[in-house]
């Protein structure tokens, strides 16, 4: 079975614009979720959609965004990007929500 | 304060030597799950714990949960370079009615084997 997959695996951007990231989950599995990594904050989570909806939301402002399709790619969308939003952003997926599965990672600069 | 408290923060041993790295909370969890992850790659999940005082193995590693279920170890014997990374505790939080797909990490143990 594939594992998760992300695209793009590396991406810079300059402060103000926006950037998209997606991601494909395992086949048969429903939930995904995203994750941001920093070395200060550690991994953190973003939202977790389930069948095309938001079923979770963690606390971050709402230039973050997100979308699941009806085969269960998922997309993130981050606008006006901050310096602060430089991470490496994690896609997982689950059959249930709970036991997650990790994809690669986008790695995102921001410059 | 963190809800996962995970000691030490760094390890730095030779190979060949035994190591235990432990997540602990003040709060009571019905189950919690340890990740592994190499730089450059998302975290890979190596086990799940679900009941008070259950031991799993797992080759050279031996995953321990809590008595009372707010705790954690992992031990691992005679460690090897290949062991290095980041270990990972986490758990599934209710919040808001629902914990489906949010697991709240702690900040990890990067664990760093010489040959």
């Known amino acids: 079975k594939a594992g998760v997959t992300q695209t793009p695996r590396y991406l810079i951007k300059t402060r103000g614009q926006q950037v998209t990231l997606s991601c494909s989950p395992i086949s048969g599995h429903r939930s995904v979720s995203w994750y941001q990594q920093t070395p200060g904050q550690g991994l953190q989570f973003l939202f977790e959609y389930f069948s095309e909806t938001q079923r979770n939301k963690g606390n971050f402002p709402g230039r973050f965004s997100g979308r699941q399709f009806s085969n269960s790619r998922s997309e993130m969308n981050v606008s006006t990007l901050e310096l602060g939003d430089s991470a490496l952003y994690l896609c997982?997926?689950?059959?249930?929500?709970?036991?997650?599965?990790f994809g690669p990672g986008t790695r995102l600069t921001v410059l | 304060t963190q809800l996962l408290e995970q000691s030490p923060q760094f390890l730095s041993i030779q190979e060949g030597e035994n190591l235990t790295v432990y997540c602990n909370s003040s709060s009571v969890f019905s189950s919690l799950q340890w990740y592994r992850q190499e730089p450059g790659e998302g975290p890979v999940l190596l086990v799940t714990?679900?009941?008070?005082?259950e031991v799993k193995k797992l080759k050279r590693l031996t995953f321990q949960f809590g008595d009372a279920r707010k705790d954690s170890s992992l031990h691992i014997t005679a460690a090897q370079p290949g062991d290095t990374g980041l270990y990972l505790c986490?758990?599934?939080?209710?919040?808001?009615?629902?914990?489906?797909?949010?697991?709240?990490f702690g900040q990890g143990t990067i664990l760093t084997v010489h040959p």
């Open positions: 986490a758990v599934s939080i209710n919040a808001g009615g629902t914990s489906y797909g949010k697991l709240t």
């Open positions: 714990v679900v009941t008070g005082g």
């Open positions: 997982a997926s689950s059959y249930t929500g709970h036991e997650q599965f």
